[in-house]
């Protein structure tokens, strides 16, 4: 029997997906499962590791059985996942702390400490911004409050380093995961020991860094029964979900830009070297040995629109909410909009910003500050290209994906701010089919990943308005005056 599907794998925040592909890229089946957040306190953030594994074992079998194919004819399966999750597991492999994950803010003054006393050599160092996402903050917050789970930890890994320990029995990490601990040197694609000993751990205590590529077989028999997979199937290590999302869209060239905007959002460009922005208000994560993704993150996408439809207790779907902004032209009427609800990661790193409205009249409506929230996100990953582009040079062709991704008003907005063509995949689990594509070259089955464009079903471009962009570029100078002036306030 001839194999010809695979497997992705993308453990992200909100959920837990399973996406099964045939060779060209085209979706068979999806299978999603919601995660549950925790908030002990203010600004903590945290999820069960143990629940997540189970939900990814449930999210294969659902998207194998839904596909309606034998297990013979999978090839193999390859991993995305969420960056910057942190776990103390013990001496036995189980989790003795819940997951820290990217959005916990408790380590914000070990970050700012670190960051006005060795913040440029350690950004220089590890191409990370000291923020407390990072283990490496959230490590040193363990350490200097005595957190009972670290100080008992054997090991510390992020949930997929954890998958792969409940299904392998190995304590693996690829290199775009390791990038995103802050502990890692992409130069020297190896640990940095000075971090290590800043953070109170051992080299030991981390997981074998490993290219993407790298195949794991072997997997527990009681887990592959529960998966509906053969045993001796190869899973691929796969990486995080920036560098994942990049390759399934296709922006793998120079000048090709991707955004992803789901709950929160990115923008990111793959680069031969690796190159830090001297203002730190970029990334850099190594992919393979030679190559890496410089982007920036925001914390605020489509979280800051769920929030408001919360507010406004609007009863309606996702789309029909977005929609009511067509009532409204570009500018929203003066109305502008900051969207730092969670704080900021790029452009300004600052965990303690707050999110600002500006401008409200008596004749503003509901539809107002829809479209001022949607034109506040795109400014903000606008800003986010600007400082992408003094690292990685133009942009040539931007490639969207995430849940926005879908809104029409939205897409035409991203045209218009950034004065390009958009170019948007026929399927929306462009990290999935990044992990997929990366099982595929692993097994021989591709012969490399640029091979991937041939394979992304892509629909036609969303050519910008040039009125519009005329309108957005002057609203743009006073989104950043605004911006400039109210940093001073955090």
Same mark, same amino acid.
């Given at each position: 029997?001839?194999k010809?599907f695979v497997i992705g794998l993308?453990l992200?925040?909100t959920?837990?997906?399973?996406c099964?592909?045939n060779?060209?890229g085209?979706?068979?089946?999806?299978?999603?499962?919601?995660?549950t957040f925790?908030y002990?306190q203010?600004?903590?953030?945290?999820?069960?590791p143990?629940?997540?594994?189970r939900s990814?074992?449930?999210?294969?079998?659902e998207?194998? =059985? +839904?596909a !309606?194919i034998k297990?013979?004819e999978?090839?193999?399966l390859?991993f995305s996942?969420a @960056?910057?999750?942190? &776990?103390?597991v013990?001496?036995?492999?189980e989790?003795?702390s819940?997951a820290v994950i990217?959005a916990?803010g408790?380590s914000q003054?070990q970050a700012e400490?670190i960051k006005?006393?060795?913040?440029?050599?350690v950004?220089?160092?590890?191409?990370?911004?000291?923020?407390?996402?990072?283990p490496f903050?959230?490590l040193l917050?363990?350490k200097e409050?005595?957190y009972?789970?670290?100080?008992k930890?054997?090991s510390f890994?992020s949930i997929?380093?954890?998958?792969?320990?409940c299904?392998?029995?190995?304590r693996?990490?690829?290199?775009?995961m390791?990038?995103?601990t802050?502990?890692?040197n992409?130069?020297?694609?190896?640990?940095?020991p000075?971090?290590l =000993? +800043?953070t !109170?751990?051992r080299?030991e205590?981390l997981?074998e860094?490993v290219?993407?590529t790298? @195949?794991?077989?072997? &997997?527990?028999?009681?887990?592959?029964e529960q998966?509906?997979?053969?045993?001796?199937?190869?899973?691929?290590?796969g990486?995080?979900?920036?560098?994942?999302?990049?390759?399934?869209?296709?922006?793998?060239?120079p000048?090709e830009v991707?955004?992803s905007?789901g709950t929160?959002?990115a923008i990111?460009q793959?680069?031969?070297?690796?190159k830090?922005?001297?203002?730190?208000?970029?990334?850099c994560?190594?992919?393979t040995?030679d190559?890496a993704?410089?982007?920036?993150p925001?914390?605020n996408?489509?979280i800051?629109l769920?929030w408001?439809?919360?507010?406004?207790n609007y009863?309606?779907?996702?789309?029909?909410?977005l929609?009511?902004?067509e009532?409204?032209?570009?500018g929203?009427?003066?109305?502008?909009?900051l969207p730092?609800?969670?704080?900021?990661?790029a452009?300004i790193?600052?965990?303690?910003?707050?999110?600002?409205?500006?401008?409200i009249?008596i004749?503003h409506k509901r539809?107002?500050?829809?479209?001022a929230v949607?034109?506040?996100?795109?400014?903000?990953?606008y800003?986010i290209g600007?400082?992408?582009?003094?690292?990685?040079?133009?942009?040539?062709?931007?490639?969207?994906n995430?849940?926005l991704?879908?809104?029409?008003?939205?897409?035409?907005?991203?045209a218009?701010?950034f004065?390009a063509?958009?170019?948007?995949?026929?399927?929306?689990h462009?990290a999935?089919?990044?992990a997929?594509?990366?099982a595929?070259?692993?097994?021989g089955?591709?012969?490399?990943?640029?091979?991937?464009?041939k394979?992304?079903?892509m629909?036609e471009p969303i050519v910008?308005?040039?009125?519009n962009?005329?309108?957005?570029k002057a609203?743009?100078?006073?989104?950043?005056?605004?911006?400039?002036?109210?940093?001073?306030?955090f």
């Amino acid at each position: 029997m001839s194999k010809e599907f695979v497997i992705g794998l993308d453990l992200g925040t909100t959920s837990v997906k399973a996406c099964v592909f045939n060779l060209k890229g085209k979706v068979i089946s999806e299978a999603e499962k919601l995660n549950t957040f925790f908030y002990p306190q203010p600004g903590w953030s945290e999820q069960d590791p143990v629940e997540i594994e189970r939900s990814a074992v449930l999210a294969v079998r659902e998207a194998i =059985e +839904l596909a !309606g194919i034998k297990k013979e004819e999978i090839i193999s399966l390859g991993f995305s996942a969420a @960056m910057h999750s942190l &776990i103390c597991v013990n001496q036995n492999g189980e989790p003795i702390s819940p997951a820290v994950i990217w959005a916990d803010g408790r380590s914000q003054a070990q970050a700012e400490t670190i960051k006005k006393t060795i913040g440029d050599t350690v950004y220089a160092k590890t191409g990370t911004p000291i923020h407390p996402m990072t283990p490496f903050a959230k490590l040193l917050w363990m350490k200097e409050n005595n957190y009972e789970p670290y100080l008992k930890a054997a090991s510390f890994m992020s949930i997929k380093e954890y998958l792969l320990l409940c299904w392998f029995s190995q304590r693996m990490i690829d290199y775009s995961m390791a990038s995103a601990t802050g502990l890692f040197n992409p130069a020297k694609l190896d640990w940095e020991p000075e971090l290590l =000993e +800043l953070t !109170g751990i051992r080299r030991e205590q981390l997981s074998e860094i490993v290219p993407p590529t790298q @195949m794991l077989t072997g &997997i527990r028999a009681d887990i592959a029964e529960q998966m509906g997979i053969d045993a001796d199937m190869p899973f691929v290590m796969g990486a995080a979900d920036g560098q994942l999302a990049n390759l399934g869209i296709g922006a793998i060239l120079p000048g090709e830009v991707a955004v992803s905007v789901g709950t929160s959002g990115a923008i990111r460009q793959l680069a031969r070297d690796i190159k830090i922005d001297e203002s730190q208000e970029t990334f850099c994560y190594s992919f393979t040995a030679d190559t890496a993704i410089i982007g920036g993150p925001t914390n605020n996408g489509g979280i800051a629109l769920q929030w408001l439809k919360e507010l406004f207790n609007y009863h309606g779907s996702f789309t029909e909410f977005l929609r009511e902004a067509e009532k409204v032209a570009p500018g929203a009427e003066g109305l502008l909009f900051l969207p730092y609800l969670n704080g900021e990661r790029a452009p300004i790193w600052n965990q303690r910003a707050k999110g600002n409205f500006y401008g409200i009249s008596i004749t503003h409506k509901r539809e107002h500050f829809i479209r001022a929230v949607l034109e506040g996100v795109t400014f903000n990953l606008y800003q986010i290209g600007e400082a992408l582009e003094r690292s990685a040079g133009e942009t040539k062709r931007l490639y969207v994906n995430g849940g926005l991704a879908r809104s029409p008003l939205w897409l035409q907005m991203m045209a218009d701010v950034f004065e390009a063509d958009i170019y948007v995949s026929e399927t929306h689990h462009s990290a999935a089919w990044g992990a997929a594509w990366t099982a595929l070259v692993a097994t021989g089955t591709v012969n490399s990943f640029e091979e991937i464009k041939k394979n992304i079903p892509m629909g036609e471009p969303i050519v910008p308005n040039q009125e519009n962009s005329l309108t957005y570029k002057a609203i743009y100078s006073n989104y950043i005056r605004l911006a400039k002036d109210i940093e001073k306030q955090f």
